[in-house]
């Protein structure tokens, strides 16, 4: 069981727009910053997000993400089929000292 | 640009140590803390731990009795050891760098990322 909560799979049609969500607590998502990643089948994670929703220099303005209280959502606007991957968000958390990944949200392009 | 290049014995019995070490190129060591992060087959990521240029780490509390992490910074190299194996351990291992949080001693986020060991524990 993750201390992050994502959805296991979503879904959308090309050119489409998605969200994943990531649900968590005061310790974790409440009081630090929420990075995402994206991994590519058979590929080690990507940099997608960071500091809630930065994004680093070569990802696409097509996503997005934000943070309220304790949950956090990814946006994929303009779905592509190159998109399909897992996505899983991350944060600290104060009470396990430690980084804490959400369970992964497998995106498939329809 | 930075490449992080890891290896280490892919296979091993139960109660054995693993032993990873993940080189770092083009890239300064201070200033980031060095991760190990792995994924259980067809499972989610798992942060182990993480470990900067002078040896300050964090380790996971649920795998920090068998964890050790360490760094040469003459070679631009860092290590884990996981002690006591079992098949709950096998597992894709990554490395990964990321930089010092600008308020606390641990990384911020992830920017880099070795390209992945599988390790398989089995008698």
């Known amino acids: 069981q993750s201390v992050l909560t994502q959805p296991p799979s979503a879904s959308g049609t090309p050119g489409q727009r998605i969200t994943i969500s990531c649900s968590g607590s005061s310790s974790n998502i409440g009081s630090n910053t929420v990075n995402w990643y994206q991994q590519l089948p058979g590929t080690a994670p990507k940099l997608l997000i960071y500091s809630n929703n930065q994004r680093p220099s070569g990802v696409p303005d097509r996503f997005s993400a934000s943070k309220s209280g304790t949950s956090a959502s990814l946006a994929i606007s303009g779905l592509q089929s190159e998109d399909e991957a897992d996505y899983y968000c991350?944060?600290?958390?104060?009470?396990?000292?430690?980084?804490?990944f959400g369970g992964g949200t497998k995106l498939t392009v329809l | 640009q930075v490449q992080l290049q890891q290896w280490g014995a892919g296979l091993l019995k139960p109660s054995e140590t693993l032993s990873l070490t993940c080189a770092v190129y083009g890239g300064s060591f201070t200033g980031y803390f060095w991760n190990w992060i792995r994924q259980s087959p067809g499972k989610g990521l798992e942060w182990i731990g993480e470990?900067?240029?002078?040896?300050?780490?964090n380790y996971n509390p649920s795998l920090k009795s068998r964890v050790t992490m360490s760094v040469d910074t003459s070679k631009n190299q860092f290590s884990l050891r996981l002690r006591s194996v079992t098949a709950a351990d096998t597992a894709v291992y990554y490395c990964?760098?990321?930089?010092?949080?600008?308020?606390?001693?641990?990384?911020?986020?992830?920017?880099?990322w070795g390209q992945g060991t599988l390790v398989t524990v089995s008698s």
């Open positions: 991350t944060t600290w958390d104060d009470s396990l000292n430690g980084h804490v």
């Open positions: 470990i900067n240029h002078s040896g300050g780490t």
């Open positions: 990964a760098r990321g930089p010092r949080h600008r308020y606390y001693d641990r990384t911020e986020r992830l920017e880099h």
